[in-house]
């Protein structure tokens, strides 16, 4: 009785603390969360939060595929998770974490609630959320936080069900409008949908129970009418927004049977049941996504599920779970038995989501709250006693079994080889030691509960959490490295979203192509990563795209390579009908033929003296000044979609469709101001609806609990006050600290720059701005980060004859290879101060430190680097060597660095250089890997074009690689550049700086 007392208390703050043991690389910031977490889930919140902070509302994602309707993913806009999560704290890895462990920390909570409602046994309950909350879903699926969410109100959603069909009334109702509510809006579909199917049976199985009472029936019914009435009126704006995409997202339509079909729960996943940590092993013999092959939910939840159904039914409705977990199991296992074909083909919204693997998530559930429903420690006799050693020892035999078949397969046992970290050894285990591992782990844990079902029987129910508890945390540790954390430092991570320009920068008008996935990804994303220096781009991975976009990049590939030449915005003269794809020019535009004959007898000419510029910039709106001499079809490479109109000098203009699924208008000639512009003032009014009704619900909650609970109005009243007085000031220090970091040290530059007027210091300034911003004495201005005028900038610097220069950058801080070219000009510091993503630095000209490895092919220069002495030519004027690259050469200048006691804290390493191209631009890359004998532990390659601003003349460049794993005496370092497309070019003075520190 005191230990029911205690944990009835107490049981909450034990699952908290569960949770954050469980996941204690996530919690404490030692690991970072990986796959869709950082590449897709990330990105949609971090842009999120980032329109919310400037007052905008989402509607417009545009640094993805041409631009996409943010709202129209019916999970992200109308989530409250997001508008509070936002507001609090902004959005980025490290607060998403949280967010994670937060859910995984409800659905412990929530379960534990469930099975309360039915008067389970308190350490029983615990144990079984213990199980819940670590279970293979929250573990093999965490890098899908939709799932996640949809998994920790999955237990909520049914309880509330159960306690409206059981006496349906008003605060019943309330409840379950609220919850399901937030399932609608914060849940994966696929789940919701399922979840609802459960919830159908539910609804039969007691409409059954009260048949014979007439007015029971008419009053559950009538409930039920008053509660589908509530959730469409709170969800219309989901409606809304389904209906606005649907004509330009096919997939909203309807999946095809083979998306619907992809990763299922393999046959072989059933291991999981037993061995979770096998299925990290061998994707092969899984035959799934590794995400999808993880179904536990503990050793001994399976062990008391079998035990429960050896007994009698004590509650009917277990039954329902049991039957929905079984039912739910075959349709996880997709195209390996016909139950999800027949769904997708007969059932409604059975086609709407892919992932048969989610339903293991129902399973799951079903399975446990079945053990909860049907067993109570008190009943466990002596006979009982007997049948559940009984399922104990079963379950011992099979695992010693396949423990023995296992061991007798091994060679070798790598968890053993202690010259490996443990997360290597983790890492690299095979099936069958994994097998053996958690097979030996499982037996201890086994015979544990023997010993206190013989001999401390009174002892039952606290010991019974304490070994679902050591299972949970072991079995979450053990697959956590695989499906949950990579090798990623969150706090890194975390400096580098700091680092990137906040609000919406005027975006350069250089070829939209540049803007890919690829030149954007680092060490942090690899997918989607444009979102987060806030580049426009054809390029990225989400759950939908446009018709059109598919049309275009599916049927005319051709089209699309021309369209990636062109900036956000251009001219075009060349406008012709769809079916006219002959001899595409690099501004070709194909229209609609209704469009084709407004544009008729109209002369589109373009001339060299044609400019644009855009001045305003945000993702709903953009400003721009234009200026032609002709008629122009002005492109706007933002993909066509309901709510775009545009405005020329303040009338409105038809919006064409260009290119499949581009926008254009017809530009007349002389200087006019063009806006285009997102609106939908629909979504906005449902979207107040559904939170006002959100708030209804959840305030009339709040009454009832108060009206219900004399003793305990005052918690209630602060609780309720509390929130909202910590949601004001939370999001108050939030506003106020973005706001200061988009101008961080604007006003102490703007006062250095003041004092160096009028000396001989040239000034130059790189500020992200959503609007043209001048800065006083500013003698060069214009937006700088890794990719964006880099070669501008090292055009500057050549031609820079001041002895000193004063960098400075505001919103937007410059990489380590822009500073390590700068300071290859300037490499005498005066006077530096960085903060966040702001800084100044004055330097001037001085000598830089030679190193040994540098070259500068003269004749009498000692060689380091293995070189080709016939590709060293001599410059006819200033008498110089140089080296040589043929379009036949496509590897060469190649540098061997052997680490040893003397320089393996190595840290950073930078190879500067001077590359020449005499007559086209061409695609050269410098290579720097690192070898550890037959292995090559890192591989890094990195475009050095990206430098060359002219051919014929010389252009410096700089790569940087960050070494962030330590080296051993003996790896060896390889530099040399490569010739990727076959070109003719030069190349001088190589140098290498090895740095021990940052």
Request: net charge neutral; glycine share 6%.
């Given at each position: 009785?005191?230990t029911?007392?205690?944990?009835?208390?107490?049981?909450?703050?034990?699952?908290?603390?569960?949770?954050?043991?469980a996941?204690?690389?996530?919690?404490?910031?030692?690991?970072?969360?990986?796959?869709?977490?950082?590449?897709?889930?990330?990105?949609?919140?971090?842009?999120?939060?980032?329109?919310?902070?400037?007052n905008?509302?989402?509607?417009?994602?545009?640094?993805?595929?041409?631009?996409?309707?943010?709202?129209?993913?019916?999970?992200?806009?109308?989530?409250?998770?997001?508008?509070?999560?936002?507001n609090?704290?902004g959005?980025?890895?490290?607060?998403?974490?949280?967010?994670?462990?937060?859910?995984?920390?409800?659905?412990?909570?929530?379960?534990?609630?469930?099975?309360?409602?039915?008067?389970?046994?308190?350490?029983?309950?615990?144990?079984?959320?213990?199980?819940?909350?670590?279970?293979?879903?929250?573990?093999?699926?965490?890098?899908?936080?939709?799932?996640?969410?949809?998994?920790?109100?999955?237990?909520?959603?049914?309880a509330?069900?159960?306690?409206?069909a059981?006496?349906?009334?008003?605060?019943?109702?309330?409840?379950?409008?609220?919850?399901?509510?937030?399932?609608?809006?914060?849940?994966?579909?696929?789940?919701t949908?399922?979840?609802?199917?459960?919830?159908?049976?539910?609804?039969?199985?007691?409409?059954?129970?009260?048949?014979?009472?007439k007015?029971?029936?008419?009053?559950?019914?009538?409930?039920?009418?008053?509660?589908?009435?509530?959730?469409?009126?709170?969800?219309?704006?989901?409606?809304?927004?389904?209906?606005?995409?649907?004509p330009?997202?096919?997939?909203?339509s309807?999946?095809?049977?083979?998306?619907?079909?992809?990763?299922?729960?393999?046959l072989?996943?059933?291991?999981?049941?037993?061995?979770?940590?096998s299925?990290?092993?061998?994707?092969?013999?899984?035959?799934?996504?590794?995400?999808?092959s993880?179904?536990?939910f503990?050793?001994?939840?399976?062990?008391l599920?079998?035990?429960?159904?050896?007994?009698?039914?004590?509650q009917?409705?277990?039954?329902?779970?049991?039957?929905?977990?079984?039912?739910?199991?075959?349709?996880?296992?997709?195209?390996?038995?016909?139950?999800r074909?027949?769904?997708?083909?007969?059932?409604?919204?059975?086609?709407?989501f892919?992932?048969?693997s989610?339903?293991?998530?129902?399973?799951?559930f079903?399975?446990?709250?079945?053990a909860?429903?049907?067993?109570?420690?008190?009943?466990?006799?002596?006979?009982?006693?007997?049948?559940?050693?009984?399922?104990?020892?079963?379950?011992?035999?099979?695992?010693?079994?396949?423990?023995?078949?296992?061991?007798?397969?091994?060679?070798?046992?790598?968890?053993?080889?202690?010259?490996?970290?443990?997360?290597?050894?983790?890492?690299?285990?095979?099936?069958?030691?994994?097998?053996?591992?958690?097979?030996i782990?499982?037996?201890?844990?086994?015979?544990?509960?023997?010993?206190?079902?013989?001999?401390?029987?009174?002892?039952?129910?606290?010991?019974?959490?304490?070994?679902?508890?050591?299972?949970?945390?072991?079995?979450?540790?053990?697959?956590?490295?695989?499906?949950?954390?990579?090798?990623?430092?969150?706090?890194?991570?975390?400096?580098?979203?700091?680092?990137k320009?906040?609000?919406?920068p005027?975006?350069?008008?250089?070829?939209?192509?540049?803007?890919?996935?690829?030149?954007?990804?680092?060490?942090?994303?690899?997918?989607?990563?444009?979102?987060?220096?806030?580049?426009?781009?054809?390029d990225?991975?989400?759950?939908?795209?446009?018709?059109?976009?598919?049309?275009?990049?599916?049927?005319?590939?051709?089209?699309?390579?021309?369209?990636?030449k062109?900036?956000?915005?251009?001219?075009?003269?060349?406008?012709?009908?769809?079916?006219?794809?002959?001899?595409i020019g690099?501004?070709?535009?194909?229209?609609?033929?209704?469009?084709?004959?407004?544009?008729?007898?109209?002369?589109?000419?373009?001339?060299?003296?044609?400019?644009?510029?855009?001045?305003?910039?945000?993702?709903?709106?953009?400003?721009?000044?234009?200026?032609?001499?002709?008629?122009?079809?002005?492109?706007?490479?933002?993909?066509?979609?309901?709510?775009?109109?545009?405005?020329?000098?303040?009338k409105?203009?038809?919006?064409?469709?260009?290119?499949?699924t581009?926008?254009?208008?017809?530009?007349?000639?002389?200087?006019?101001i063009?806006?285009?512009?997102?609106?939908?003032?629909?979504?906005v009014?449902?979207?107040?609806?559904s939170?006002?009704?959100?708030?209804?619900?959840?305030?009339?909650?709040?009454y009832f609990?108060?009206?219900?609970?004399?003793?305990?109005?005052?918690?209630?009243?602060?609780?309720?006050?509390?929130?909202?007085?910590?949601?004001?000031?939370?999001?108050?220090?939030?506003?106020?600290?973005?706001?200061?970091?988009?101008?961080?040290?604007?006003?102490?530059?703007t006062?250095?720059?003041?004092?160096?007027?009028?000396?001989?210091?040239?000034?130059?300034?790189?500020?992200?701005?959503?609007?043209?911003?001048?800065v006083?004495?500013?003698?060069h201005?214009?937006?700088?980060?890794e990719?964006m005028?880099?070669?501008?900038f090292?055009?500057?610097?050549?031609?820079?004859?001041?002895?000193?220069?004063?960098l400075?950058?505001?919103?937007?801080?410059?990489?380590?290879?822009?500073?390590?070219?700068?300071?290859?000009?300037?490499?005498?510091?005066?006077?530096?101060?960085?903060?966040?993503?702001s800084?100044?630095?004055?330097?001037?000209?001085?000598?830089?430190?030679?190193?040994?490895?540098?070259?500068?092919?003269?004749?009498?220069?000692?060689?380091?680097?293995?070189?080709?002495?016939s590709?060293?030519?001599?410059?006819?004027?200033t008498a110089n060597?140089?080296?040589?690259?043929?379009?036949?050469?496509?590897?060469?200048?190649v540098?061997?660095?052997?680490?040893?006691?003397?320089?393996?804290?190595?840290?950073?390493?930078?190879?500067?250089?001077?590359?020449?191209?005499?007559?086209?631009?061409?695609?050269?890359?410098?290579?720097?890997?690192?070898?550890?004998?037959?292995?090559?532990?890192e591989?890094?390659?990195?475009?050095?074009?990206d430098?060359?601003?002219?051919?014929?003349?010389w252009?410096?460049?700089?790569?940087v690689?960050?070494?962030?794993?330590?080296l051993h005496?003996?790896?060896?370092?390889?530099?040399?550049?490569?010739?990727?497309?076959?070109?003719?070019?030069?190349?001088?003075?190589?140098?290498?700086?090895?740095?021990?520190?940052?």
């Open positions: 009785m005191k029911d007392q205690f944990i009835r208390k107490y049981g909450s703050i034990l699952l908290f603390v569960v949770c954050i043991v996941f204690w690389q996530v919690a404490f910031l030692q690991k970072g969360m990986k796959w869709d977490f950082v590449d897709a889930y990330l990105p949609a919140r971090y842009f999120f939060s980032e329109a919310v902070l400037n905008i509302f989402p509607f417009w994602n545009p640094y993805l595929l041409y631009g996409v309707p943010f709202y129209a993913d019916l999970v992200s806009v109308f989530n409250p998770e997001f508008w509070i999560v936002a609090m704290f959005y980025s890895n490290i607060t998403l974490q949280y967010v994670f462990l937060a859910y995984v920390f409800l659905a412990g909570v929530n379960f534990r609630y469930f099975l309360q409602r039915f008067k389970v046994d308190e350490s029983l309950a615990l144990s079984l959320a213990i199980a819940f909350m670590l279970s293979g879903f929250t573990v093999g699926n965490a890098q899908h936080i939709g799932f996640i969410a949809g998994y920790a109100l999955l237990p909520l959603v049914v509330a069900y159960v306690l409206f059981r006496q349906p009334e008003t605060k019943s109702l309330l409840r379950l409008a609220l919850v399901f509510l937030l399932m609608v809006f914060a849940s994966y579909p696929g789940i949908i399922i979840i609802s199917y459960l919830l159908l049976c539910l609804f039969f199985f007691y409409l059954v129970l009260s048949i014979k009472r007015e029971r029936v008419k009053r559950f019914l009538v409930y039920h009418l008053i509660l589908a009435g509530i959730v469409i009126v709170g969800s219309f704006v989901l409606l809304l927004a389904y209906s606005q995409a649907h330009y997202l096919s997939r909203y309807g999946l095809t049977l083979e998306a619907v079909l992809r990763h299922p729960f393999s072989h996943s059933f291991w999981s049941f037993l061995f979770p940590y299925t990290t092993t061998d994707v092969a013999f899984f035959n799934t996504d590794p995400s999808m993880n179904a536990y503990g050793l001994f939840g399976l062990t599920l079998v035990y429960a159904l050896t007994g009698k039914i004590k009917k409705v277990g039954v329902i779970f049991l039957l929905f977990a079984v039912f739910s199991l075959l349709n996880a296992l997709g195209s390996q038995f016909f139950l074909e027949f769904l997708y083909d007969h059932f409604p919204s059975m086609n709407m892919k992932y048969p989610i339903f293991r998530a129902l399973s799951i079903g399975f446990l709250a079945y909860g429903l049907n067993l109570k420690f008190d009943d466990i006799t002596s006979a009982n006693r007997k049948k559940l050693l009984t399922v104990n020892g079963m379950l011992a035999i099979i695992i010693l079994f396949v423990v023995v078949r296992s061991a007798a397969r091994l060679e070798a046992f790598v968890f053993f080889d202690f010259e490996l970290s443990l997360i290597d050894r983790l890492q690299k285990t095979t099936i069958n030691e994994a097998f053996v591992l958690q097979g782990l499982h037996l201890l844990l086994l015979g544990c509960f023997v010993v206190v079902l013989v001999f401390k029987q009174k002892y039952l129910p606290v010991a019974i959490v304490f070994l679902f508890v050591f299972d949970g945390i072991l079995s979450t540790q053990l697959n956590l490295h695989y499906t949950v954390v990579g090798d990623v430092d969150p706090v890194k991570f975390k400096t580098y979203l700091d680092s320009p906040k609000g919406f005027i975006p350069e008008l250089h070829p939209i192509g540049e803007n890919s996935d690829k030149n954007a990804s680092g060490t942090f994303s690899w997918r989607n990563n444009n979102v987060f220096p806030k580049r426009p781009t054809f990225g991975l989400v759950s939908f795209k446009t018709d059109g976009y598919s049309t275009l990049s599916d049927d005319f590939p051709k089209l699309l390579d021309v369209m990636k062109q900036p956000l915005f251009f001219f075009s003269d060349d406008v012709r009908v769809y079916e006219d794809t002959a001899n690099q501004k070709t535009v194909l229209v609609e033929p209704s469009d084709l004959h407004m544009i008729n007898g109209k002369t589109l000419q373009h001339h060299q003296t044609d400019r644009l510029e855009i001045t305003s910039f945000s993702p709903n709106k953009v400003v721009l000044q234009t200026e032609t001499q002709s008629e122009q079809l002005l492109v706007f490479q933002q993909n066509y979609f309901s709510g775009w109109k545009v405005k020329i000098d303040g409105e203009q038809k919006v064409v469709r260009a290119n499949y581009l926008m254009g208008t017809l530009i007349p000639a002389g200087e006019h063009v806006q285009f512009r997102y609106s939908n003032r629909l979504i009014v449902f979207f107040v609806v939170m006002l009704v959100l708030m209804v619900l959840a305030s009339l909650l709040i609990h108060w009206k219900e609970h004399l003793k305990n109005r005052q918690i209630i009243l602060w609780l309720a006050f509390g929130f909202m007085l910590l949601f004001v000031v939370f999001s108050g220090i939030n506003r106020w600290r973005y706001q200061k970091s988009k101008s961080k040290l604007l006003p102490e530059i006062q250095e720059f003041e004092a160096l007027k009028n000396t001989d210091v040239t000034t130059f300034l790189s500020y992200a701005s959503g609007t043209q911003v001048e006083p004495n500013t003698g201005q214009f937006f700088l980060d990719n005028n880099v070669a501008t090292g055009k500057l610097l050549a031609e820079t004859h001041t002895p000193q220069f004063a400075a950058w505001v919103n937007g801080a410059i990489s380590i290879e822009v500073k390590e070219l700068f300071t290859s000009y300037f490499p005498e510091v005066v006077k530096e101060r960085i903060s966040g993503n800084g100044f630095i004055l330097a001037r000209e001085g000598e830089d430190k030679m190193s040994e490895f540098d070259e500068d092919f003269e004749q009498e220069t000692k060689r380091v680097w293995e070189i080709d002495r590709r060293i030519k001599t410059d006819s004027i060597g140089y080296y040589t690259f043929m379009p036949s050469q496509r590897w060469g200048a540098l061997n660095i052997n680490i040893d006691e003397t320089n393996s804290d190595l840290q950073k390493i930078t190879v500067l250089g001077d590359i020449r191209f005499p007559e086209v631009f061409s695609e050269v890359n410098m290579v720097i890997t690192i070898s550890r004998g037959k292995e090559q532990k591989y890094y390659t990195r475009e050095i074009s430098f060359t601003y002219e051919t014929g003349v252009s410096r460049f700089a790569v690689k960050m070494v962030d794993f330590n005496s003996g790896d060896v370092i390889h530099i040399y550049l490569w010739n990727r497309t076959e070109a003719r070019f030069d190349v001088d003075n190589l140098k290498v700086k090895m740095y021990n520190g940052n």
